[in-house]
C-alpha cells in the first residue's frame, strides 16, 4: 500500500467514527428536549430514565453487529463491512426522523424508537471492530498507536459535532419551545445524510496488506477460531469494562449530571461538556504517540491508577463545584485520564489477534462488554441519584477501573500479532512478527 492510499484509506476509514458516533450521540444530547415526545408526561428525572433505558438497549445489538460484521470483515474484507456498517447508520436516523410521538401515534412510538436504536445498535458494533482493525493494518510499523488514535479523535469529534449542533440551535437558531417541539429532529436528519457521505467516500478504499495477504491464503476465521485465543478475548474485555464505564461517565452522561445534579442550565451544560471534549479529541494523537516510544502498558496502567483511585475525589469534588471554570477543569481533568485508554484501545485490542479473526476478535468481545457495561452506565448512575445515593454509582466507576488495571497487570501480553511489525519489543506491548 502507498503512502496516498496509506493516507485514504485512514480518512475513509476513521471519517466512518465521526459519522456513525455523531449519530448515536445526537440521541443523548438532545433527548433532554425530546424525552417528553416519545414517552407519557412526567417528571423529567423519569423521562430521562425512559431515554436512558432505550439508550442501553440499542447496546444489546452491538455484539451481533459486531459478530455478523466482523465475520464480514475478515472474510469479504473491511471495506466491505465499513460500507454496510454506515449505510445501516443511515437508515436508523431516518427512522427517528420520520416517527410521529407518542400523542399521535400512542405506545408505538417508542417501540419504533426501540427499533431505531437497535438498529444504529448494530451498525455501530460492526463500525467499531472493523475501522480499529483497518486502520492498525494500514499504518506504518513504529507509528501504530498515533494512527489508530484517530479513531477516538473521529470518535470523540462526532460526539463534538453533535454538540455543536445542539449549541447552534440552542444559542442562534431555534428557541428551546421550537427545540423541544420539531428541532430535536433536524440533527438527526444530518446524520443520515454525513453516513450517504461517508459511503460515497469509501468507495475507493484498498484493502489493508494483512487482510489481502490472508485473504490469498484461504484461512478461515470464524467463532471456532476466535474461541482458540481466550486469553486475548478476555484481555479485550477487561481492557473495555474500566475504559467503557469511565468514557461514557464524563461524555454521555455527563452533561446531564451538570444539569441534573449540579443545576446549571442546559446551555451551559452544554457549552461545558463540548470545551471539555475539544480538549479530548486533541489530546489523543499526542496519547497515542507516546504509545509508539514507550509502550502501550505504561499509560494503560496510568488509566487504571487514576481511574481506580482518582474517581471518587474527582466526582466530589465536582459535584462541590458551583462555576462553569471549575467544572469545566475536573471534567477535562477526568477526560485526559481516561485517554491512556482511549487513545490507544483500538490498536491494543486488534494487536491481540492473528489477521483472519482480528476484525470479529476486536468487534464481539467489546460490543459484548459495552452492551452490559458502557451502555448501563448512564442508566446505573440516574438510578442511584433517584434512590439518593449517588456516591454508589461513583464507587462503582472506580472498580471497573480495578478491573482494567487488574487486567493489564496480569493479562496484557508484551507481545502481539500485528503482521510486520518491526519496532523494538522492549518499548511496545505488540511487536513481533506472528504468522497468521
Known amino acids: ?86 449505510l445501516t447508520m443511515s437508515l436508523g436516523s431516518m427512522l427517528i426522523v420520520l416517527c410521529p410521538g407518542y400523542d399521535r401515534i400512542g405506545v408505538a412510538a417508542p417501540v419504533v424508537l426501540v427499533v431505531a436504536r437497535l438498529i444504529q445498535g448494530l451498525s455501530l458494533g460492526g463500525e467499531y471492530g472493523a475501522s480499529a482493525t483497518y486502520l492498525s493494518e494500514v499504518a506504518p510499523p513504529g507509528r501504530r498507536g498515533f494512527y489508530s ?18 449549541l447552534a440551535m440552542q444559542f442562534a437558531l431555534l428557541t428551546p419551545q421550537q427545540i423541544a417541539a420539531w428541532g430535536w429532529r433536524v440533527p438527526f436528519g444530518i446524520g443520515a445524510l454525513l453516513s450517504l457521505s461517508v459511503l460515497w467516500l469509501r468507495r475507493d478504499m484498498h484493502e489493508s496488506t494483512q487482510f489481502t495477504r490472508t485473504r490469498a491464503t484461504r ?12 486469553k486475548a478475548i478476555l484481555t479485550v474485555c477487561g481492557l473495555t469494562l474500566g475504559g467503557t464505564v469511565a468514557f461514557y461517565t464524563y461524555t454521555i452522561y455527563m452533561q446531564k449530571y451538570l444539569v441534573n445534579t449540579l443545576g446549571f442550565p442546559r446551555e451551559r451544560a452544554t457549552l461545558i461538556a463540548a470545551s471539555a471534549l475539544f480538549v479530548f479529541a486533541l489530546a489523543q494523537p499526542a496519547f497515542g504517540a507516546l504509545s509508539d516510544r514507550i509502550g502501550r502498558r505504561p499509560l494503560l496502567i ?135
Open 219 to 230: 484461512q478461515r476465521g470464524g467463532l471456532r477460531a476466535l474461541i482458540r485465543h481466550p
Open 302 to 436: 496510568g488509566f487504571g491508577l487514576l481511574g481506580t483511585f482518582g474517581t471518587v475525589p474527582l466526582m466530589r469534588a465536582l459535584s462541590a463545584a458551583h462555576g462553569a471554570a471549575g467544572a469545566f477543569a475536573l471534567l477535562t481533568l477526568a477526560l485526559l485520564a481516561v485517554s491512556g485508554y482511549t487513545a490507544i484501545n483500538a490498536v491494543v485490542k486488534a494487536e491481540q489477534f492473528p489477521t483472519r479473526i482480528r476484525a470479529l476478535g476486536v468487534a464481539f468481545p467489546y460490543a459484548m462488554t459495552v452492551s452490559l457495561f458502557g451502555g448501563t452506565a448512564e442508566y446505573i448512575a440516574l438510578w442511584s441519584k433517584q434512590a439518593g445515593h449517588e456516591d454508589w454509582f461513583y464507587w462503582y466507576v472506580s472498580a471497573c477501573a480495578l478491573c482494567s488495571l487488574l487486567t493489564v497487570l496480569f493479562l496484557l501480553p508484551r507481545r502481539g500479532m500485528i503482521d510486520g511489525d518491526g519496532t523494538n519489543p522492549a518499548r511496545s506491548s505488540v511487536q513481533t512478527p506472528v504468522q497468521t
Open 1 to 86: 500500500m502507498t503512502a496516498v492510499q496509506r493516507l485514504r484509506g485512514i480518512v475513509a476509514g476513521s471519517a466512518g467514527n465521526l459519522v456513525e458516533y455523531y449519530d448515536w450521540y445526537v440521541y443523548s444530547a438532545f433527548s433532554l428536549y425530546f424525552a417528553h415526545v416519545f414517552f407519557p408526561e412526567g417528571d423529567p428525572t423519569t423521562e430521562l430514565l425512559h431515554t436512558a433505558a432505550i439508550f442501553a438497549v440499542g447496546f444489546l445489538m452491538r455484539p451481533i453487529g459486531g459478530w455478523l460484521m466482523g465475520i464480514m470483515a475478515d472474510r469479504h474484507g473491511r471495506r466491505a463491512a465499513l460500507s454496510l456498517s454506515i
Open 149 to 166: 488514535s484517530f479513531q477516538y479523535v473521529t470518535l470523540v469529534m462526532g460526539q463534538l459535532l453533535a454538540l455543536l449542533v445542539l
